[in-house]
């Protein structure tokens, strides 16, 4: 069949649909025109031809099936009229929007909370920060040098020359010992996590240590490669020796340089600690970097895989400082794991899309990722700011921490706002979505204040001062 003429981005579209065609011209002279127009609307109400989809010119599409133009041009005019395709002078023949309504529309399960006005839950950078136009300039430049070989399967650890830029950057600002060859691109931390559990659950491992409070996010992807859970407690300088040292696990998963969610940093002589239980018991501290690049009032807390790189595993990713949407994390292992892992990345999904690393790999290489954390950074104190501000305002004697860090706080509000269920009732029907501490692990509370985990980095100032006061006002409501 000739295409000439057509959008080529639509060619396999309509090649599929055209042989539907082929029985109604072999219909008699008589009825060779009906059958036609019958064979065209019934490929695009099955959704064969796509709205959208760029039809062949008249001549063409009688070349291509042996038939008059006149027949083709009549066929084009009846559906035209029907809704089922449209027509643009001197731009060709489509398939028309009434195509969609036989198609079911696919449902969009994103994470959201239906009928917020303010979500202050944690978690979420501010995608409106997404250097768009830096970002499609570099993709540009990348597509327009890219070797044609790097569009292949790619090494599944991840393109050379991203780990290069990655392992460059992670030394410079986390002050991890990285060697590129020992580094994993992944499809963010959650993926990670997954393919340590894997390695581990492969070498017999069955449980692994977490911390409580900490991410809600880190037991079920352990848990969805075998691995049960021991809810480990912190003190003041990080997780707990005792019970780490009773619970019999050789693996844990921690968040040294800002604990999530309380915001701690582990104390100097913790981390030289957990780094002496690791090694007694021939175990694996799995260290969640999740948003390391974030300081504002202190010095910049280093990796703890710095100090011993041969029993920490490092994870992270670009979800806080790009866009989670981009999938793109990174996993640093100790020797020893590498040629496991690697091989379950490959199983799992054969490597991250090439164009995708090495975009980000010259994202890094010409300082645009520098620059994008410059800016974030300098947003996020100003949010930060707003909101402790904002709360001393209207939540006299409220208590914050975790705030020199991060993209949360930690807000334990009077007790006067109790009882936290009834609190959080109300909020949410003033429109205000929040995360309370009690979420995030086991340990309960003698008190009836109300604890909160607080995410500010999606909120504009603006937005975050109505936030709060719709709270004040959701909270006098119920005193």
Not at 35 to 50: K, M, T
Not at 162 to 176: D, E, I, K, M, P
Not at 298 to 315: I, K, N, T
Not at 385 to 400: M, N, Y
């Amino acid at each position: 069949m000739t295409t000439s003429g057509t959008n080529s981005a639509d060619e396999p579209s309509w090649s599929t649909a055209w042989e539907l065609l082929l029985p109604a011209v072999a219909a008699s002279a008589r009825h060779r025109g009906r059958a036609l127009q019958s064979a065209l609307r019934e490929a695009v109400r099955s959704g064969r031809l796509a709205a959208g989809t760029r039809l062949p010119s008249s001549r063409e599409l009688a070349a291509d099936l042996h038939v008059s133009r006149g027949l083709v041009t009549e066929a084009y005019e009846q559906l035209t009229a029907e809704g089922y395709l449209r027509s643009d002078r001197g731009a060709g023949t489509w398939v028309g929007d009434a195509a969609r309504a036989g198609v079911r529309s696919a449902r969009d399960l994103a994470p959201r909370t239906p009928g917020a006005e303010v979500d202050f839950r944690p978690g979420t950078p501010d995608l409106a920060l997404f250097p768009r136009a830096a970002w499609a300039a570099t993709l540009k430049s990348v597509l327009a040098r890219l070797p044609h070989h790097t569009l292949g399967y790619p090494d599944p650890r991840g393109l050379p020359e991203l780990r290069t830029a990655l392992a460059s950057l992670l030394t410079r600002r986390r002050g991890v010992v990285a060697d590129p060859e020992c580094l994993v691109v992944c499809s963010g931390v959650a993926q990670a996590m997954t393919l340590l559990g894997f390695v581990l659950h492969g070498q017999g491992q069955r449980t692994i240590g977490v911390e409580d409070p900490g991410s809600p996010e880190h037991g079920p992807l352990f848990a969805a490669a075998g691995l049960g859970m021991t809810d480990l407690p912190l003190d003041d300088e990080g997780m707990a020796l005792e019970p780490l040292q009773r619970s019999g696990v050789r693996a844990v998963v921690t968040t040294p340089a800002h604990q999530f969610p309380t915001g701690i940093a582990y104390a100097a002589q913790r981390r030289t600690e957990l780094l002496e239980w690791a090694r007694s018991v021939d175990g694996l501290i799995v260290e969640d970097d999740y948003d390391g690049d974030f300081r504002y009032d202190r010095a910049p807390v280093g990796a703890l895989q710095g100090l011993d790189p041969e029993r920490v595993a490092y994870s992270g990713s670009v979800s806080k400082s790009l866009a989670p949407g981009l999938r793109l994390g990174w996993l640093l292992v100790p020797e020893r794991l590498v040629d496991e892992v690697v091989e379950r990345k490959r199983t799992m999904d054969l490597g991250n899309p090439s164009l995708d690393q090495a975009l980000l790999a010259d994202f890094i290489d010409r300082g645009g990722y520098d620059r994008q954390l410059r800016r974030c950074q300098r947003a996020y104190r100003e949010r930060r700011d707003t909101l402790v501000r904002a709360l001393a305002e209207h939540f006299p004697g409220t208590e914050v921490s975790g705030i020199a860090a991060g993209l949360h706080i930690i807000a334990r509000l009077p007790e006067r706002y109790g009882p936290e269920a009834q609190f959080l009732e109300r909020a949410a029907r003033a429109g205000v979505a929040l995360r309370p501490l009690t979420d995030h692990g086991t340990a309960r509370f003698a008190d009836t204040a109300v604890r909160l985990v607080i995410g500010y980095a999606q909120l504009a100032p603006s937005e975050i001062l109505r936030g709060v006061r719709m709270l004040a006002e959701a909270g006098a409501a119920g005193r």
